[in-house]
């Protein structure tokens, strides 16, 4: 099954996946029909202590580079001190190193994009900024083009997947949500109040302007507005709240009655009705 899905790819694909105590790396790499396998197998946790300050390689990961990056520490992309070595450098030693030597052996001409895989524990990992220790411009992604899918089973869909293409320019064809005002509501038997995102409301302006399209702001973007936007859209971008963990969307809706919360069902947006609709966009933002 892998090699059916990987063989119609146009570049290498590099599969990551983080076991424990080992992190398996694949080069799957499409050949004139045919599929060439390889792989590493770069045992993590003897690094604990050398590389990863006594954590484990998750724990290195998460902590290191997602808090860094939400709390918008640059130092993490530089190499700190001579003692010191970022995390960025570490990781390209671990992650980037065996992939380098994979494509080293399959002596591929003129290699300039790679398709990656990463899983839950590697996805967090900035791949396009990793670079050796000292040699802050040679990153991985000055080297290669790197494009990120979730999983197999989504490359293999889009696979099968009809072509679509996105009119840019056509009134018709887009739509852009920026800050809907958000009403008190229940959900899950608890009252949900969101706040306003003022700068959703600058971004989707931007976007529409460039798209040549009205946005649905504020007021206007209603559950039901947004709805009989979306099926005949070939771009949507909404910029809103959300859950991942609820799965939904949250717009504008009626103003709650005698002081109870507003409906769910007027305000979010499910993942149960989205599958009922006929969506069929080249592109879609959730920001």
Not at 2 to 14: A, G, L
């Amino acid at each position: 099954q892998i090699r059916y899905i990987v063989k119609s790819q146009e570049h290498p694909v590099v599969y990551l996946s983080y076991t424990g105590s080992k992190l398996i790396v694949w080069l799957i790499v499409p050949i004139y029909g045919h599929v060439h396998l390889d792989c590493r197998v770069v045992e993590v946790n003897k690094l604990e202590k050398e590389k990863f300050g006594g954590k484990t390689f998750d724990q290195y990961v998460r902590q290191n580079v997602q808090e860094s990056v939400v709390g918008n520490d640059l130092e993490l992309f530089l190499d700190v001190s001579s003692t010191q070595t970022s995390p960025i450098t570490v990781l390209y030693d671990v992650v980037v190193l065996p992939i380098l030597d994979m494509l080293e052996k399959c002596k591929l001409p003129n290699l300039k994009s790679l398709i990656f895989i990463p899983d839950s524990y590697t996805s967090l990992i900035p791949f396009v900024a990793l670079h050796p220790k000292g040699d802050f411009n040679n990153t991985f992604g000055n080297t290669f083009s790197i494009q990120m899918m979730p999983s197999l089973l989504v490359m293999g869909i889009l696979n099968e997947a009809h072509p679509t293409s996105a009119v840019m320019y056509d009134n018709k064809t887009a739509c852009v949500v920026g800050n809907p005002h958000i009403p008190i509501f229940e959900h899950n038997n608890e009252e949900w109040s969101l706040g306003r995102l003022p700068h959703a409301t600058d971004e989707a302006k931007w976007i529409s302007k460039l798209l040549k399209v009205q946005p649905l702001l504020h007021e206007q973007a209603t559950k039901l507005a947004v709805v009989k936007k979306l099926s005949p859209a070939h771009i949507i971008h909404i910029a809103t709240h959300g859950s991942a963990v609820s799965g939904f969307l949250a717009f504008a809706g009626r103003d709650s009655l005698n002081g109870k919360p507003s409906l769910s069902e007027d305000v979010l947006l499910l993942p149960s009705e989205v599958e009922q609709m006929n969506i069929r966009a080249a592109l879609v933002v959730l920001s």
